[in-house]
């Protein structure tokens, strides 16, 4: 596993100013967001500002996200339909419970790319309830798409009936147990949000904490927090390995006119070749 995912930065999708700014966000993920940032009457306008800002994929550096509504909440199809298209990187699933929610989306986003003529989009699972904590294992697992487990502490403690601390003490297990369970099935795992953009040496020690729990990164809210993120979560000496040999295979590879090849048993393409680079980048930059 060597990747740079440092940081994901949720971005209101109803809003065009912010995802105009996000063009020259340096965090490693932005994500549009169509779901607890957006009101439901903004919802079909918010699809159609994303469905624009992806055809630009071009101008923002970072990988482009976008967050859907829930499984449950009967909107992710309506979702899907519109955002599915070129100059998507991914999608993050909220409050994903199970397994068999997972399998659902892929069988729609299977007959979405298979008409648009799309290479298969990956996912991020947000773990947010109870059922969700219990089921982390077989949700990472679930899809060779399902590149990590995100951390949704607010709603976890609202299924718990706890009120939210920035300690978060009733979410303790929850939040140890998930890098656990993305680990075990080779997945990676990002921590749930700082919520109080005026303590910044709280980030930093929940940054800590994350990173000490096994966490790869984080998710974030605000440009303001991308700096100490990233510089609690820098790369392993593993990750500058794997970052190196990408680039040294991918360019041989290109040399002989193919467009893949393998590292370390793995299949890697150009967008592997792209996260190597940016992962060197951000080792030369600190």
Known sequence: MARLLRSLLFVPGNNQRFLEKAKTLSADVVCFDLEDSVPLEEKKSARNIIKGALEKRTDYQAEIYVRTNSPMSGLIGDDLAVIVQKGIDGIVIPKVNNASEIKKIEKALANLEKKRKLKPIELMASIESTEGVVNAYSIASSSKR????????????????????????????????????????????????????????????????????????????????????HGIFRPTSSEIEWAKKVIDAYASAKKKKKGATKVDGKMIDEVHFKRAQTLLQSVNSA
């Open 146 to 229: 399902v590149s990590s487990l995100i951390f949704g502490v607010f709603d976890l403690l609202n299924d718990l009936g706890i009120e939210y601390t920035k300690q978060a003490e009733g979410a303790k297990y929850a939040r140890a147990k998930i890098p656990i369970d993305a680990r075990a099935a080779g997945k990676y795992a990002l921590d749930a949000i700082w919520q109080d953009l005026n303590d910044e040496a709280g980030l930093e020690q929940d940054c800590i904490m994350a990173k000490n729990l096994g966490y790869t990164g984080k998710t974030i809210i605000h440009p303001g927090q991308i700096q100490t993120t």
